[in-house]
């Protein structure tokens, strides 16, 4: 498995490089009134509207804001063809995963903030493990909220 390597919040964190569509540094976002915190706005991607989420928020972390950083665009198939961006502090690089390496997340009993890291990888090039993040469970569940903040809102 290829992914990319990406640093948020001075962490790295993996995607499948099957799901990247695009990387860019300039976006110019449309900030979207009333949303969730993790929705960053939307943008035009070569005439495209795409949402952005803000993956800190939606991973729960604290949005620390580096100042710089750059853009990255996933094509996700499942459940349904979605195109979505999102910004990162850096892209670190992108590596093929030894399968000998990649380890399964922990389990620790109450612990929901691992719901989006679908494994570990540990190697020697690296000071920690790389989580590698499971973005379609990830953006299920940013969408179900935003069905429910939608439904929620509704005059009866």
Known sequence: MQVLVVELNKSHYAFEMSQILEITT???ITRVPNSKPFIHGIANLRGKIVPMINLKRLLGFQDIDTGSGCYVFFRLEEPRNLLIGSRVDSIFQTIVLDPEKIRDVP??????DCKFVKALYAESNFSKPI???????????????IQNTHQSSKVI
């Open 131 to 145: 989580a590698i993040l499971d973005l379609t469970n990830a953006l299920q569940v940013a969408e179900n909220e």
């Open 26 to 28: 300039k976006v110019k």
């Open 107 to 112: 389990y620790f009993e109450n612990q929901t």
